[in-house]
């Protein structure tokens, strides 16, 4: 299959798979224990019908939109993820080129294989800084001077991975940093001896965030021990809030998935928040991210931004998660697959098949800006009723 083959989530996913040697495929793509939330995630969206108006004369469509203070040209972004430069020699270059192209947010993660700085010389799209608690508060502040140097506009705390989730599929091949392959694994990558050639001939893999904190080269430290020793389980609300205090600007926690955290957030200083369960990848058996999205947004929406993530494949999703009140979608997976094919030749050609995917459904919504999609074009899945707003 070609990239000019690909044209939906599923497409970019096989290709990727051809490519990749399995353990690194199965890093992508798996997620925890049984792998329910992973499923969920997708079919969640399902959960809710789009209801359609005609005959308003759409013309222009507006995409834009406003989050955390950054203006966004698409209501989709690149969420943070790591180790990019395993799937693809580009890594997070051809995400920060590739965002910087559709005029939307990216983000580069403490486990990110490029820096801040380089990204930002990358694109001038808005940058995500995710970061995690460390035991050593003076880690966490050299993290945050150092994002403040490099003209981060949003810092993105994650809460929800205090330690790791138990990815079986990484285990039965021995997947880690550095490789600790099984017998099985290694033979999957003899399977795909292009990805070795590529990754053997360009610049060393290294972890620029971590630089002079963590040795992931010589074997001193895995990325599954960097979890279980390194970051601190006892973090705390007013952790977070000396944090807040600490950064001064747009502050974001993802993996906020309650009423309770949401509005805790907002007492903090929080100015966003990300529903979120990691892609399935640590609490199996919890709740999505559009599950909860309307409950959230009824309690705190009107003081902070609503972000959600997980699962999101197409343009129609995207839309229902506008429709109940988040202003903006994570993506994941979606454009991980399309870099692991073909680097940001990948990226930007996900990117723009979701574009033109929200422009047209947008259309065939009758809706010609965001800020016209409402709880009135869904309904839930068997009722004849909208979707009305919680009791406050």
């Known amino acids: 299959m070609r990239l000019t083959h690909c044209h939906n989530f599923h497409d970019f996913r096989r290709l990727a798979r051809k490519r990749l040697p399995g353990p690194i495929f199965d890093y992508i793509d798996g997620a925890a224990d049984d792998e329910v939330t992973h499923r969920a995630n997708t079919s969640a969206f399902a959960s809710y019908d789009l209801v359609p108006n005609v005959l308003r004369g759409v013309g222009a469509v507006d995409m834009s939109v406003t989050v955390m203070g950054q203006r966004l040209a698409l209501p989709v972004y690149c969420s943070p993820t790591a180790l990019q ?111 070795g050639i590529n990754y053997l001939t360009h610049e060393r893999f290294k972890l620029p965030q971590l630089d002079g904190h963590v040795d992931m080269g010589g074997g001193a430290l895995s990325i599954s021990r960097y979890f279980t020793e390194m970051l601190d389980p006892a973090l705390s609300w007013d952790d977070v809030a000396a944090m807040v205090r600490e950064w001064g600007g747009q502050f974001c926690l993802k993996g906020v998935m309650s009423v309770e955290d949401a509005r805790r957030a907002v007492e903090i200083g929080c100015t966003g928040i990300v529903l979120s369960n990691h892609g399935g990848r640590q609490l199996d058996g919890s709740r999505t991210g559009f599950d909860q999205l309307a409950e959230i947004v009824d309690a705190v929406g009107d003081r902070i931004d609503v972000i959600m993530d997980g699962g999101v494949q197409r ?74 707003p919680l009791p406050v």
């Open 85 to 195: 430069r395993l799937f693809h020699h580009e890594g997070e270059r051809a995400v920060a080129a590739a965002a910087g192209k559709y005029g939307t947010m990216f983000g580069v993660s403490s486990l990110g294989t490029v820096s801040l700085e380089e990204a930002r010389r990358i694109s001038g799209a808005p940058q995500v800084y995710q970061f995690y608690f460390h035991k050593d508060r003076g880690l966490n502040r050299a993290m945050m001077d150092r994002a403040k140097g490099a003209g981060i506009e949003v810092m993105m705390l994650t809460v929800d991975s205090i330690t790791g989730g138990n990815r079986e599929r990484d285990k039965r091949t021995g997947f880690s940093i550095p490789f600790r392959l099984t017998l099985p694994g290694m033979l999957q990558f003899a399977m795909k001896p292009a990805w």
């Open 315 to 388: 343009g129609t999703h995207v839309l229902k998660a506008l429709s109940l009140g988040a202003k903006a979608v994570g993506l994941g997976r979606y454009y991980l697959f399309p870099l692991a094919a073909a680097g940001q030749a990948g990226v930007e050609r996900a990117l723009g098949l979701m574009r033109t995917e929200i422009e047209r459904d947008m259309r065939l919504m009758g809706c010609a800006s965001i800020d016209q999609l409402t709880r009135a074009n869904l309904r839930a899945l068997g009722s004849t009723r909208p979707i009305a």
